[in-house]
């Protein structure tokens, strides 16, 4: 038999996706919600008091890019965490452990269906900020490439977080503790430029910095890192999820007893 | 008879420490019913687990279809399918979706004639448009099964299939069993209905503390085994078994007053009915009077239950 059985990954990923569409008004409302919440706030009373924009961008346009990132990072990773781990919770993993299927399936099934609620979230935020400001994309190609990746990163971040998890609790604490702060300070809102050192060496340590600014790039055709460097850690991020995931069903870590 | 599913020395020692399988040992036929026999914590879903991938093994082999499921878990998977003893699946699933999707997961193509048959079958068509959280528990029991006949497995484990299902629903899915065997399906079922092992199962094995304590015909195990019992009330205590009947496998129960024959080769010999008899001209020759006889071939259960006392002590 092949190595890569298709259907089976296919299966996966349609079932997820039926899962995701009935909490659809969930998964869509509350990102459109908090992404104009944030225009309302930032964009229009913040930034209208600060005349010269931020990196030769106006306010409103620069922070669609850190915006966008912010709810990428966070939707992914809940999505996938939360796909892998309820089947985990309810004992319904029984069915996908006793079948024909290896992490390759698995993975194309559960991290593309968190991949592609993450693309049509982020359509759905970068059409809701057209209502706000004006904005353009400088490398449109390299802006979608640069969404899918962040998109398969941090869903393949969601499925271990979704594996190790063994309490709800623990479920929601890294996203809430680890990722939306770092999110918060790894210049979404501003450039890194314009924090006083030591400020800014500390910010460079952050890893969301090469994120937000390798996507600001492909907005707005200059960062405050450049695009390799953000692209190529990016990339490191995926390998190293990828690594683990393998060693995860090598091993039977936390799926089989 | 060629063999389907080879274990041999398979322990099984869980994360915390406990060691659930010790050495088991088990070989089933192509196109049987076997039953998997024992009380809670006996070590069966441990040892479906094994099998089916949802369990590591610690030590010991596992040979499906004459391939090694370590190395080929791929292809063998494929043709083994599984009824786990928790209903547990995506309860807000359509049935006929989550059917689908049962097929699908196993690498096969749509095929909703195939289904249709499956869900007639286990009487789910009509519901076949509702979420599986609006089922009865018996209903979602069943629609496991179909899940698990979706790809059409030649090997099949239920684990416990028929638990919190009524009587009636039980014949009906003994006889689906049934069919199954007759399609050539190789069924291994885990039960504590001894019933059940009796009237469905081709062989009996018994497992108890992660041991196969014995395996067998259950026609074989029932014979071997099995006993007739004599229960004689007497009018008149005794204090001990008198000389005249001690030629007699006999005990005396319920201080002194009822006299327990144990003895004969079970079902179907008539070697212990005609010693009651004898025994009961003993007892008329000694003066003993009696004044009641309950006399029975004693049933797997009995079997069951002497085996685990066996085994506990
Ligand atoms: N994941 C686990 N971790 C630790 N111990 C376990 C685990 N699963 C089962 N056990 C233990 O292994 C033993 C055998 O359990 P198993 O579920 O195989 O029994 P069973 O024969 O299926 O029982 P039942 O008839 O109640 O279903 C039990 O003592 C159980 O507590
Ligand atoms: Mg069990």
Redesign the pocket.
């Known amino acids: 038999m092949s190595l890569f059985n298709a259907r089976s990954a296919w299966t996966i990923y349609k079932r997820e996706l039926f899962r995701a569409f009935r909490t659809a008004l969930q998964s869509i409302i509350a990102p459109v919600l908090t992404t104009t919440l944030y225009f309302v706030v930032f964009g229009a009373a913040i930034g209208g008091q600060m005349q010269g924009g931020m990196g030769g961008v106006n306010y409103g346009a620069f922070i669609v890019p850190g915006l966008l990132l912010l709810t990428l990072l966070g939707e992914s990773t809940s999505n996938a965490s939360f796909g892998i781990y309820m089947p985990r919770f309810t004992g319904a993993i029984y069915e996908l452990l006793s079948a024909p299927v290896g992490v390759a399936e698995t993975l194309v099934g559960f991290v593309g269906a968190a991949a592609t609620k993450s693309l049509i979230l982020a359509t759905i935020i970068l059409v809701t900020a057209s209502f706000f400001v004006d904005y353009s994309i400088a490398h449109p190609v390299y802006a979608f490439g640069y969404i899918l990746l962040v998109s398969a990163s941090f869903s393949l971040f969601g499925f271990i977080l979704g594996i190790w998890a063994d309490s709800f609790e623990k479920l929601s604490v890294v996203p809430m503790l680890i990722l939306m702060p770092l999110t918060f300070l790894g210049g979404t809102f501003y450039s890194i430029q314009v924090l006083p050192e030591p400020w800014r060496s500390v910010a460079m340590a952050n890893p969301v910095v090469y994120l937000v600014n390798g996507l600001r790039w492909t907005f707005y055709g200059s960062s405050d890192v450049s695009i390799g460097l953000s692209l190529g850690l990016t990339l490191l991020f995926l390998a190293i999820c990828v690594a683990l995931i393998s060693w995860i069903f090598r091993t039977g870590w936390r799926l089989r007893? | 008879m060629q063999s389907i599913l080879e274990i041999s020395g398979l322990t099984k020692t869980?994360?915390?420490g406990?060691t659930?399988?010790r050495g088991v040992d088990l070989s089933i036929r192509k196109g049987e019913i076997f039953a998997l026999l024992?009380?809670?914590?006996?070590?069966?879903?441990?040892?479906?687990?094994a099998v089916c991938g949802l369990?590591r093994p610690t030590s010991g082999t596992i040979h499906a279809f004459g391939e090694d499921m370590a190395t080929h878990w791929r292809s063998l998977r494929a043709r083994i399918g599984l009824v786990p003893?928790e209903l547990a699946t995506d309860m807000f699933e359509p049935v006929l979706r989550s059917v689908g999707h049962s097929r699908g997961l196993f690498g096969l193509p749509p095929d909703p004639a195939k289904i249709e048959e499956i869900l007639r079958a286990l009487s789910l068509w009509d519901k076949r448009n509702d979420q599986i959280r609006m089922l009865s528990g018996g209903m979602k029991r069943r629609v496991l099964i179909a899940k698990a006949l979706a790809h059409d497995p030649e090997l099949l484990f239920l684990?416990?299939p028929t638990a919190g299902v009524d009587v009636e629903l039980r014949r009906d899915m003994w006889r689906q069993i049934a069919l199954l065997r007759e399609r050539g399906t190789t069924v291994i079922l885990?039960t504590?209905y001894i019933e059940e092992a009796e009237e469905m199962a081709d062989r009996v094995g018994v497992?108890n503390k992660?041991e196969i304590l014995m395996v067998d015909e259950k026609q074989a195990m029932m014979e071997r085994l099995g006993r007739t019992e004599a229960l004689i009330t007497l009018t008149q205590p005794l204090g001990d078994v008198p000389d005249s009947l001690s030629a007699f496998p006999v005990s005396l129960d319920k201080d002194g007053t009822v006299l327990c024959y144990r003895g004969g080769g079970g079902d179907g010999d008539s070697a212990g009915t005609s010693e009651v008899a004898e025994l009961t001209k003993a007892l008329t020759r000694a003066g003993i009077d009696y004044s009641a006889i309950d006399i029975h071939e004693s049933s797997l259960e009995d079997i069951f239950v002497d085996l685990l006392d066996g085994g506990a002590a």
Request: hydrophobic share 35%; proline share 4%; no cysteine.
């Open positions: 007893a | 869980y994360a915390g406990f659930a399988l024992g009380p809670n914590g006996a070590g069966k879903t441990t040892l479906i687990g369990v003893q684990d416990e885990t504590h497992i992660g």
